[in-house]
């Protein structure tokens, strides 16, 4: 790229450059949010956001972008940054040197008006785009690297290499994840008055709680989340789907979005639209029972070793997890044995792999409990899927098995318990099974419905 079309890029992306009384009111993706009408503000960036890269990282149309924008907004309005040293660009277009470019040369900066001797707030939309951007932004941010006093927060839809979390830059403070909105957040923007979140290792304590829930807001719950398991928590469907949006364009949007939102997985995997649509299906299709890897990917179109490649860049971009099975029953070891289980990262894939989420019951209901125990578990820096094991032994299967001690292990029904009581009891000699609408909680094996386990667990990402 030239220098000007660099410049260009920033104060494109740079109203409150230009406008800083007016550049809130006048930013199209702002102005998008507010048109949705939903009262829904992620607080990922909320905690440490010191001298240093934070990056995050989440699903396309996840919020990213709005989030750092506000963000951006808070640190203007605190004085923390006068408007004139925040910098933010979208990187789509860039390649490694167009970036090194961007953060190092002198001309460039006297350009952009930012005092390169002063703190600086870097925002880098879509860092994950640029082929290469780890060791730039390595080489930028140690030492006396021209970002070393600068706050860097870089966003992209792609995750770093799985067991890469460091990223080997020394500047690098924290990694976290914005994932689509977990049902208690859907539940709380429809109007449900809900209890106080409960984290998953308190959950055999709160008793009272999901009596309270039971006799109050039960059938209220219950119906939100059979909507939930239809549409996900993607922040536009859910404006959509709780009849918020009155703008006719972006109603047009949301209808297409499970299009967009396989668009944005293709380009993010390398993968052809139709090929990520197959990849999500029989995902989706083999999600309540074990897949073996090569047959995976023989149906999509490769062998053992494609299948490979395209889970790990499906999990990458956040639109896909796998989950194996418990070393053993008792938690000791959790290590990757045996055929994994395959599910996606939102309900909304269902609908972008061209599925009818009404024929699919049963794998929704096992994910959408799955993400949430997940999130439950680990924070917003670690996979969620990671916590998270099934049990399986000739006695039967339990589908989510917790590594922390306290958390209860959790078998899921889509409509009846059945027998999961007594799967959870031989296996595991208790636990909850997350059905469809049967309350009890007596004995050594509560069955809640599923709603009532997703909006009271408290979510940790």
Not at 257 to 264: A, C, D, H, R, Y
């Amino acid at each position: 790229m030239r220098a000007d079309e660099i410049l260009e890029s920033v104060g494109r992306a740079s109203l409150w450059r230009s406008d800083p009384e007016g550049w809130v009111s006048s930013d199209p993706d702002l102005q998008r949010v507010g048109l949705t009408g939903l009262d829904f503000e992620p607080t990922v960036l909320d905690e440490d956001t010191s001298v240093g890269v934070h990056l995050l990282t989440g699903p396309r149309r996840a919020g990213k972008t709005v989030t750092t924008l506000r963000r951006v907004r808070r640190f203007i309005e605190s004085g923390d940054f006068p408007p004139g040293q925040v910098l933010r660009v979208s990187l789509d277009r860039f390649d490694a040197d167009d970036l090194w470019e961007l953060l190092s040369d002198e001309d460039l900066s006297n350009q952009l008006g930012a005092d390169p001797t002063k703190p600086r707030l870097w925002v880098l939309d879509e860092i994950t785009s640029v082929s290469g951007w780890e060791g730039t932004l390595r080489t930028a941010v140690e030492g006396r690297g021209p970002l070393g006093r600068d706050v860097v927060i870089a966003t992209g839809s792609r995750a770093p290499e799985l067991g890469e979390r460091s990223l080997t830059i020394d500047g690098v403070r924290t990694w976290r994840r914005l994932l689509p909105m977990g049902f208690r957040d859907v539940a709380a923007a429809s109007g449900i008055k809900l209890p106080d979140p409960v984290p998953a290792d308190e959950l055999l304590g709160a008793q009272d709680a999901l009596t309270e829930m039971d006799q109050t807001i039960g059938q209220q719950l219950i119906g939100a989340f059979e909507a939930y398991i239809q549409s996900g928590g993607y922040p536009l469907m859910v404006a959509h789907g709780l009849g918020l949006i009155e703008d006719a364009a972006l109603a047009s949007q949301a209808e297409r979005l499970p299009e967009s939102v396989l668009l944005g997985a293709a380009s993010d995997t390398g993968l052809e639209p139709a090929e990520a649509a197959a990849a999500l299906a029989e995902i989706v299709r083999r999600t309540t029972s074990v897949t073996a890897i090569a047959d995976f990917g023989y149906v999509v179109g490769g062998n053992r070793q494609n299948a490979e490649e395209i889970l790990a860049a499906l999990e990458r971009s956040h639109v896909a997890w796998r989950l194996y099975r418990a070393k053993d029953s008792q938690r000791v070891e959790h290590t990757d044995v045996g055929r994994p289980k395959l599910y996606v990262g939102d309900p909304l894939l269902v609908r972008a792999a061209e599925l009818d989420p009404s024929d699919h019951r049963d794998a929704l209901y096992e994910t959408v409990i799955g993400m949430h125990l997940g999130r439950s578990l680990c924070d917003a820096s670690t996979p969620f899927w990671r916590e998270l094991r099934y049990d399986r032994t000739d006695a039967g299967e339990v589908d989510f098995l917790p590594r922390p001690k306290g958390v209860p292990p959790v078998e899921v029904k889509a409509g009846r318990p059945g027998d999961g009581p007594a799967q959870l009891r031989a296996l595991q000699g208790g636990g909850i099974v997350a059905n469809s609408a049967t309350y009890s909680l007596s004995g050594d094996v509560w069955c809640l419905p599923a709603a009532y386990l997703a909006a009271l667990v408290a979510l940790r990402c």
